[in-house]
């Protein structure tokens, strides 16, 4: 059984890879699209910060390809709290923004965990499970880069 390993970058719009990772000129507005492209998963950061537009998920669905997955970050009202337990509005909201939209390409989240945790003991017996790999890092200009370059290594193998 083979398992994916997604390789992708944190986000996708962020202004210094213009010109390095994305061609010159290209529009703003057609970055995810180049993007997932190039990588086989990106983080969306900016529902940390805050929630998104339903019509925002099902266009970075549209914008995609096929096989493409996306990991959405957790909302830091659900996440950055002394007490988890009384997160359970924020999740709920999280859910509610329309995180559902991206449909077959939401990675890690919601019905992954209890998959993951149904199969945890016979994964770790088989030696695998899927893994998501970002490049997230201070030197964020190099890591499209390092993404494809991990890509392109794994290809090989």
Sequence with gaps: MTLPIRVGIGGWVYPPWRGVFYPTGLAQARELGYASRQVTAIEINGTFYGAQRPAS????YSETP?????????????THRHDLAAAAPSIERFFGSGVLELREKLGPIPEALDHW?????????????????????????????????????????
């Design 66 to 78: 096929e096989d493409f997955v996306f990991s959405v970050k957790g909302s830091r009202y659900a």
């Design 117 to 157: 945790a149904e199969r945890f003991h016979g994964l770790v017996a088989q030696g695998g499970r899927d893994c998501f790999v970002y490049f997230i890092n201070g030197a964020k200009i190099r890591a499209p880069a390092a993404a494809q370059a991990l890509l392109r290594r794994l290809s090989a193998e």
């Design 57 to 60: 998920f099902r266009r970075w």
